[in-house]
């Protein structure tokens, strides 16, 4: 038999996965030798056998890949045979943090059956994992991903676990965060005052939830705080302790039966929940009876199961310790709420005795452990539906997995927005957005977002050549500035709403122009006024301002935003409506200052935002004068909104190409109740937006249609505006993987920097001004 010898590279996401065990497994199998090892340029293996050993190798090389395994290329030569005898894992060469680690995962299924075989040693064992499962993102703390640069490096392994940690044949062979009761983490229950409680810390914890109180968990990247989702007193006291009010609380359950009759679930959802991601789902209430405490005022619920191992022992706990996994696949009655550990404005909470600070005065309980978060990541959010899956915030379970690009670029670090931040890196042909940092109004957000930039640069392996950032004056601009001067590296200022249509450029791969339809809230436009309403014709680096929605006034500015009111008392006003006003409005306590505002024109800037639309009609339709959270106000009005016919004369577009929706709010003025002003609203105003965008993409020769910017979440417009305008022959484009709003704008960002700095290479003239 004449023996051949190849050397075959394997590039994606192949390192913390069971690659390597895996074409181990696969080389034993065919007879096969050589040996396999991490690489910097992703896992090189070298095989020697028979020709048609080989071709089978590479056939069943990515016929069974392991789960969370996803190779983008596998690229061969041919090397001298060595006359080898053994297949060998190799230990890592040379510098291999260009290979991609994968996100935070939930319990595989052969780690569940482990940790409830009570003869095994990883009977309820909170940190059970293997190459399959867990940590990753979270406890990586360097690249190669090695034991020693995770924060497992301080829990030597016990002579079994060391084992299975060395043995090829095992599916913890160099499983990094591997442990077991013996030689892991250890969980503590402390009280409300962060004195430990003594007994066992599951039960600890299962009895203060059962008894109504609040107990703050420690999860893989980042605490939750959890109470019984079906004590309604237990809410009102999470909600007066965190202070939110109104913002919605997610909901955990043990599994998928469990969630029968909670919401309504299909099987894409089911699919979505049960993934190893885990993340929050929004989906429809369903008949069962819960607190309405949960989501005021919302036609959802955003529910998951749970992501570690920790969260399933409470249930665990609360079945009574059953052996097996067949309780798994019966309803289990408990439901907890499961929202974000985090002091009011701060970022979620990765530290004990950051938490015990943070959360104090909020949790009745502390149910903690010793294993370091050294990457903060807060629950994903995102919901099914017919349109197909929309994430609204991308973060565990999803980082640092990266989009596929078009094309190949430099290396562009973006800083995000100020509200929803999550900063980004392109390199090479990817896009990888970053954990979810939140609002930067918290000195701690600002640090978390430092924090966030440099894990990006650790899992990319690549140094940024140019930093790209807001339009606007924020932390996240100004820390873009600094960063860009110490390194001495171009600054990208890239408009707000032409970083929403590169988002979704970026995600879809388009060339060439397209019309961008991008409707939120608040953007510092090119003229340096607050745009939110706008039509623009963007080719790559270039964007143009074809039309917009028509001005509102807000008096009190910022305050307006908050206090949906104002706005519509502002257009009442100035469309000769003062009694209407005054009736519906009058009340209010800054109504005489509202009035000196406007007429005097102090501080009363104007807008042309979508969002504002939205908070305007709101209020007209009594559903939300002032708002407890960011979004409430469209929330509430879409919760109402039922499928209906729009109205007709209800809007025109000027000789400016100005949308004008006088009309249609004129008219909604005489609707008798708010789910009928509500349905109207949606149904009219996609009509009003599609004749618009038609009107444009007929004017302008463009077929392809990009929508952008966080008014896009709201799937009741989308769904009445997608046909209008795929019917008419467009190519119609709206983000998926990637947040509407502005937890994507910085994928938006480095994708438009990465066009001007493209242009720049063949037009120097084409730079823009710092």
Known sequence: MALQRRCLT???????????????????????????????????????????????????????????????????????????????????????????????????????AELCQPAGRHWRHAFINCTQCGPRYSVTRALPYDRSATT????????????????????????????????????????????????DPLALALATLQGGGIVAIKSSGGFHLACDARNAGAIARLRQRKHRPAKPLALMAANLASLHGVVQLDAAAATLLASPARPIVLLPRGGAPLPDALAPGLAELGVLLPPTPLHLLLWHEAAGRPAGTGWLDDAQAMLLVMT??????APVAIDNDEALAALAGIADGFLLHDRAIHARSDDSVLRVDALGHATLRRSRGYVPDVLPLAADGATVLATGSYLKNAPALLYGNAALPGAHVGDLAHPAACVALEHAIAALQLHAGHAPQAIACDNGEHFASQLAAQLAAAANLPLLRISHHHAHIGAVCAEHQLHGPVLGLALDGHGVGDDGGAWGGELLRVDGAHSQRIGHLAPLALPGGD????????????????????????????HQPAWPLLQQQLARGINTPYSSSMGRYFDLVAALAGVCLQQGYEGEAPQRLQALAQPCAPLAEAWHIDAANVLQLAPLLRQLLARPDAATIASLWHATLAAALASWVLAAAQQYSIGTVALGGGCFANRTLLAALLPRLQQAGLAVYHPQALPAGDGGLAVGQAWVARQILANKETDPCAWPCR
Not at 186 to 192: D, M, N, S, V
Not at 340 to 345: D, E, P, Q, Y
Not at 572 to 585: C, D, I, K, T, V
């Open 559 to 586: 305050t307006a935003a908050r206090e949906p009111w104002r706005v519509a008392a502002a257009w009442l006003l100035q469309h000769g409506l003062a009694s209407e006003a005054e009736r519906r409005f009058g």
């Open 340 to 345: 974000s550990g985090n002091a009011s404005g």
């Open 10 to 112: 394997a590039r994606g996401r192949v390192q913390g996965v069971g690659f390597r065990p895996h074409v181990w497994r696969v080389a034993q199998a065919l007879g096969l030798a050589g040996h396999v090892a991490n690489h910097a340029s992703g896992v090189v293996i070298e095989v020697e056998g028979s020709a048609a050993q080989l071709d089978a190798f590479a056939v069943q090389l990515l016929a069974g890949l392991p789960p969370q395994a996803q190779v983008d290329s596998l690229t061969s030569h041919a090397l001298p045979p060595q006359g080898e005898h053994d297949f060998t894992i190799a230990a890592s060469a040379g510098n291999t943090a260009q290979v991609r680690l994968p996100a935070d995962s939930a319990p595989c299924d052969a780690c569940l």
């Open 152 to 199: 497992l490096a301080g829990f030597a392994l016990c002579a079994a676990c060391n084992a299975d940690y060395q043995q090829p044949a095992s599916r913890r062979f160099h499983a990094e965060p591997t442990c077991c009761p013996a030689c892991g983490p250890q969980l503590h229950y402390l009280g409300a005052e962060g004195t430990p409680q003594a007994g």
